[in-house]
């Protein structure tokens, strides 16, 4: 089955800085990739994805790029606010003609906004 | 609109029980899946449902059912408890199957003494 390794664990960056959390996969069959944030005591909450068909997608300070061929995406965070600080999960799953597969989750990153 | 709801949110139990948790998911939204959280394994997929369906299922023993309903409420139960199953319980909905996009509730924390 699909693996999905997320590295830094721990990441702390000074508010206003960039943060750039790393996601391997290891099914090349996998063609969506979603980021979800998760803070103390609430569930994950999706704040952006990608799809295999494309390279780079952008929401405001959020990015995610994905290299297909590499099998790595990434999260990318500009101008870090104290409320950025949470756990990131990438993860990854194969859309297909009979639907999705469960989400396959990286460990999670601890990114910690330093004032 | 309202999010994923899930109840109870917290719930303690005794090894050996049975525990029955719920989700109503967004309105319209007709997928629903589960997964347990642990800090030592992360983030699980349990299974999903559609349509009053199982579709897909990760890697659980049989303790670990589902079911769905025909409004798309979902209930998953755990038999026969046990330490380790102590975790915290998500349930996530989406729109249609191949929507993708994936929307979680606050969890529902079991903890197994």
């Known amino acids: 089955g699909e693996n999905v390794e997320q590295h830094p664990s721990t990441l702390s960056v000074q508010e206003g800085d960039s943060a750039v959390i790393k996601c391997t996969y290891s099914?090349?069959?996998?063609?969506?990739f979603p980021w979800y944030k998760q803070e103390l005591g609430k569930g994950p909450q999706l704040i952006i994805d990608i799809r295999s068909n494309v390279g780079e997608k952008k929401d405001q300070r959020i990015a995610v790029t994905l290299n297909k061929t590499a099998k790595h995406f990434s999260l990318h965070i500009t101008e870090t606010q104290p409320e950025d600080s949470a756990v990131y999960f990438c993860a990854a799953s194969i859309m297909s003609g009979g639907g999705a597969d469960g989400l396959t989750f990286g460990k999670g990153t601890h990114l910690i906004i330093q004032p | 609109k309202a999010g994923v709801t899930q109840t109870p949110r917290y719930l303690i139990k005794t090894r050996g029980q049975q525990v029955t948790l719920s989700c109503s998911p967004i309105s319209g939204h007709r997928s629903v899946s589960w997964y347990q959280q642990t800090p030592g394994q992360g983030l699980q997929f349990l299974f999903e449902?559609?349509?009053?369906?199982?579709?897909n299922k990760g890697n659980f023993p049989g303790r670990f059912s589902g079911r769905q309903f025909s409004n798309s409420r979902s209930e998953m139960n755990v038999s026969t408890l046990e330490l380790g199953d102590s975790a915290l319980y998500l349930c996530a909905s989406s729109l249609v199957r191949r929507g993708g996009q994936q929307y979680f509730g606050p969890g529902t924390r079991l903890t197994v003494t």
């Open positions: 099914d090349s069959a996998s063609n969506y």
């Open positions: 449902y559609f349509s009053e369906t199982q579709r």
